[in-house]
DNA sequence: CTCACACATGGAAGCGCTTCCATGGCAATA
DNA sequence: TATTGCCATGGAAGCGCTTCCATGTGTGAG
């Protein structure tokens, strides 16, 4: 500790000969400052090997510089989930654009975000899957620098895939392929967008004049395998089965291939959200794009360039018709 | 919440009819306070809904409370690897049991990692994969509260997959299941990982009297696809193909079924890091576990409870058999 | 040659918090 | 009752930085 401290704006100022406010005005760029005060302090922050501190510089301006990502009411499954991952690697190149840092938070559903969002070193603040009492909790302060992923509320813009229409595209397929006895494996249903996506298979459903068969999931493989089975189970004719999720429908894939079902020719399956492993499964996963990614960066940018507020962005979701329906 | 600005110290304290410093020794729950000031400081925090501003707290108390994790030397590539998402869902695990945050960082191959680690909000250092150069950037006074998650240093501990064994383990079965030509896709050469791996490889076909078939990849699935074909193009006999990642291995699968070549009755195929997929695909791939979630817990435990300095930990494989060997 | 005006500059006041230190009160001891 | 010692307490000094403001210094105009 002691010889070894890093160097502070304070002995920059001094090795540079100008006061610590000229020092600091060249460091930021904000204010006046001659061509000679530039240049000797440069010299100094080369010399010294000066990094400023973050904590003090968000204390001092008020204005913190890192954009924080929250995500709400998780659980340990999600780890074998790649959302979470993109979501935070996409804001990560963003943020560093714009030279800040990107901070990853658990919040347990139903907590507040007031402990999160209060401090002074937030620059931004991205809730993923967030509930509407959730975002509520969030500081005034800190109301215009914050867009969720997942529903919005009339201050917090958001940013969403249109699974609606996704899921709509993936059961026409199924309906227009022949399948008549299709089941649903649904996501949590505290997320709003599951219900959304529940909404549209059972509106084609009854459009169709066919009966709806949906079971609950969690998002998770082993669910899926797990629902596989439930539904040849509770309805033995079934012929199609659409999750909601690429990784459920992978474990329902493996919980009929368990049961000697063949796909797709006795059962068709799909997912939703077009996962990198979409293509590389046997068979290969008909899906729908989650265009995670551009969200992701939608949401980020929002925060960081001070977007608009309240509004909420669908990105469409495609079908990607392959081996499995 | 009430007004523009959000409840500082002096408030509670004012409100609790203490000084700022009894606040501060209640809230932090550090020093000595009586029941009474306990009492008053609970309920006017509770009152006000006073939430410690992280900023202003590193700055005071000198040490930060965050855990950064550095990811060296990243491409967009790793956007479709689990790999940086477990790590760092666990390390945000760990470090929420102790009241940190976490937050991620992109370090581009051979920048210095004095930014970052130099801030006084930083508890502690997490680097991924990273080259002995980019450690000695770690300022000293971090150099006690940083791991590495790869190669470390006398100063920074280390905690790795025993990649050597578990090349070993795998490379075996592939003898002992009677393959004769077994070829070999690498990482990223610059990981010590994939030396140590390449020399487990290359040891024990040279000990068995075999030819190496070495093939230089990226961990991709996109490589893997590429890899399979350059390999049964320059090694038509070829039999076995060993991949040191599970996602590489995918694509190896993918390339080598486009060849319509029979798996794993023609060319055995076995990837290393048993990644959720790797049970889900078609066949079942045959690999050695990777356990990222002990190693990056070790590693945030490591640098949060101020372990042992410059030990290298390394954590064993062990062979999965499934269907592709 | 003077006056005004712009601009670069340094002094100083904080940002919200922790922590050292001196003080005062109180119970236990003599 | 006088003394010792401990503990709760508040005052005050910063942590490293930004930023307001008053002060010089040089320029162009009058």
Sequence with gaps: MR??????????????GVSRATASRVITGQGPASARSRDRVAQAVAKLGYVPDAA?????????TR???????????ILDDPYVGRVLTTAAHIAAEREVGVSLHWVPLGASLATLAGSHNL??????????????????????????????????PSFDVDNGSGTDGVVRHLVNTGRRRIAMVTGPS?????DRARDAYQQIMRDSGRETRVVSGDFTAARGAAAAKEIMTRWPD????????????????DGLHAQGIRIPADVAVAGFDDIAFACLSRPAL???????????????RAVLDRGDTGQTTFFPSTLVVRESA
Excluded at 125 to 137: D, E, G, K, M, Y
């Design 123 to 156: 620059g931004g603040l991205v809730v993923v899957n967030p509930t509407q009492p959730a975002l509520h909790t969030v500081p005034k302060a800190m109301r215009g620098r914050t867009a969720a992923i997942g529903v919005g509320t009339k201050d917090v």
């Design 190 to 194: 505290w997320l709003p967008c599951v």
């Design 238 to 253: 079934t012929d199609a089965v659409f999750a909601l999720s690429d990784l459920t429908a992978l474990g329902v894939l």
């Design 67 to 77: 954009l924080a990502i929250a995500v709400i009411g998780h659980t340990a499954a």
């Design 286 to 300: 008909t899906t729908s794009t989650h265009p995670v990614e551009e969200i992701a960066a939608a949401a980020a």
């Design 56 to 64: 003090a510089r968000a204390l001092a301006s008020r204005s913190g």
């Design 3 to 16: 010889g070894q401290h890093s160097a502070t704006l304070d002995d920059v100022a001094r090795a540079a």
